[in-house]
């Protein structure tokens, strides 16, 4: 039972725009929420998280929603750059202390 | 500051052997979980350590077994190696508890090939 899931494999848009990522959890225990981005061969690197007592949060380009009775939450990109591809997961966290990782979606910005 | 470190970055083994991965956490990070990464699984969660203690541990065989040392380190252990063991080995650290409202961070990995 997959209790995180990034529904869209993979995600292109133009360099200037605007990319939202989506990540969608079943688990109504999940307090807190993170995004990483990770390259090949590399560990993912945290971007941005949130609390499940706030809706959204804010750091420089990136934005995270959250949606808790639609146990959704999304990353904005704004504005996207070329530098911004790669492979993006969201992870979610309750008690028990361990991140469940959803299957990430490869994320391509074309200039 | 330093970040997460991990060795060594690439192992190839065979079947059967067994094999020790290392990392060391960022310091004055207390936690360290281990993750395991593969092309049909995604990362999934293996274990987190503590000051020195087991915390939590996820859906993974015996044959995967870790320990953490005084000074945070921790390594993890995977014996009677099998081909589906095939991935990249993540750890991450923080400060205080793995989840809850403490940021993991994550080291390079350790990509681990079973023939």
């Known amino acids: 039972d997959q209790q995180v899931k990034q529904n869209s494999p993979s995600l292109s848009v133009q360099e200037g725009r605007i990319s939202i990522l989506n990540c969608d959890y079943t688990n109504s225990m999940f307090d807190y929420f993170l995004w990483y981005k990770k390259y090949p061969a590399e560990g993912p690197t945290f971007l941005i998280s949130i609390s499940s007592i706030k809706d959204k949060n804010e750091d420089g380009r990136f934005t995270v929603f959250l949606n808790k009775s639609a146990k959704h939450l999304s990353l904005h990109i704004v504005p996207s750059q070329p530098g911004d591809s790669a492979v993006y997961f969201c992870a979610a966290s309750g008690t028990g202390g361990k991140l469940i990782f959803g299957q990430g979606t490869e994320l391509s910005v074309k200039p | 500051k330093a970040g997460v470190t991990q060795t060594p970055r690439y192992l190839i083994k065979t079947r059967g052997q067994q094999v020790t991965l290392s990392c060391s956490p960022i310091?004055?990070?207390?936690?360290v979980s281990w993750y395991q990464q593969t092309p049909g699984q995604g990362l999934q969660f293996l274990f987190e350590y503590f000051s020195e203690t087991q915390r939590n541990k996820g859906n993974f065989p015996g044959r995967f077994s870790g320990r953490q040392f005084s000074n945070s380190r921790s390594e993890m252990n995977v014996s009677t190696l099998e081909l589906g063991d095939s991935a990249l080995y993540l750890c991450a650290s923080s400060k205080w508890r793995a989840g809850d409202t403490d940021t993991q961070y994550f080291g390079p990995g350790t990509r681990l090939t079973v023939l």
């Open positions: 310091s004055g990070h207390r936690s």
